[in-house]
């Protein structure tokens, strides 16, 4: 079965750092890849995909990600973190032949940012 | 385009009673999924509708259900609503064929006193 993997709850970064949050997932071939952020009381909006291809995705807000196959890793990542960042980013695999309409999701990381 | 809309935002109702939730996915898609998104499970899949047929079903008890009209619009119904199922239940949508990108909706918020 597959699964996701967001082994952090919650980070913390200052404003202008760099961050990295961290995914993982458990699947048999590549799956589909994806990450979303939500605001508080709010729905998720897509950050980026991977489907295959160039293994570096760029997003919206400045976000990118890179996919690994030798980690099952699909990392998240931001150069300079701005205050607006503050949300709850989620990541979210699909099986290629699979259900379209259900994407497995992780537990989610907590971004706050510092002034 | 408009994206996801859901109806009602907010929600209360008491034990017992039953709810209906509804969606109206981005113009054009025609698949439609429901989550229900708590603070200890999570985002669980309820259902997938396409085409007015239910394609997929997640872990949930029969109490948990949904349609999907001619439009594509999606309503979920909730019945002998229990404590446990206070939470945000987010409608998503998707265009036909291989893309599996969602779209949600912001999430009706339902809280059962």
């Known amino acids: 079965a597959q699964s996701v993997t967001q082994p952090d709850i919650h980070i913390t970064v200052s404003e202008g750092a760099s961050l990295e949050l961290r995914c993982n997932y458990s699947y048999g071939a590549t799956p589909y890849l994806f990450w979303y952020v939500q605001s508080p009381g709010q729905g998720l909006q897509l950050l980026l995909k991977y489907f295959s291809g160039d293994t570096l995705v760029q997003g919206i807000k400045g976000f990118e990600a890179e996919f690994k196959r030798s980690q099952s890793s699909f990392n998240l990542r931001k150069p300079s973190v701005h205050w607006s960042d503050a949300a709850e980013y989620f990541c979210?695999?699909?099986?290629?032949?699979?259900?379209?309409?259900?994407?497995?999701f992780g537990k989610g990381t907590k971004l706050s940012v510092k002034p | 385009k408009a994206g996801v809309t859901q109806t009602p935002r907010y929600l209360i109702k008491t034990r017992g009673q039953q709810v209906t939730l509804s969606c109206s996915p981005i113009s054009g898609h025609r698949s439609v999924s429901w989550y229900q998104q708590t603070p200890g499970q999570g985002l669980q899949f309820l259902f997938e509708?396409?085409?007015?047929?239910?394609?997929n079903k997640g872990n949930f008890p029969g109490r948990f259900s949904g349609r999907q009209f001619s439009n594509s619009r999606s309503e979920m119904n909730v019945s002998t609503l229990e404590l446990g199922d206070s939470a945000l239940y987010l409608c998503a949508s998707s265009p036909q064929g291989g893309d599996y990108t969602q779209y949600f909706g912001p999430g009706t918020r339902l809280t059962v006193l």
């Open positions: 509708y396409f085409s007015e047929t239910q394609r």
């Open positions: 979210a695999v699909g099986a290629p032949g699979g259900s379209q309409g259900n994407l497995i």
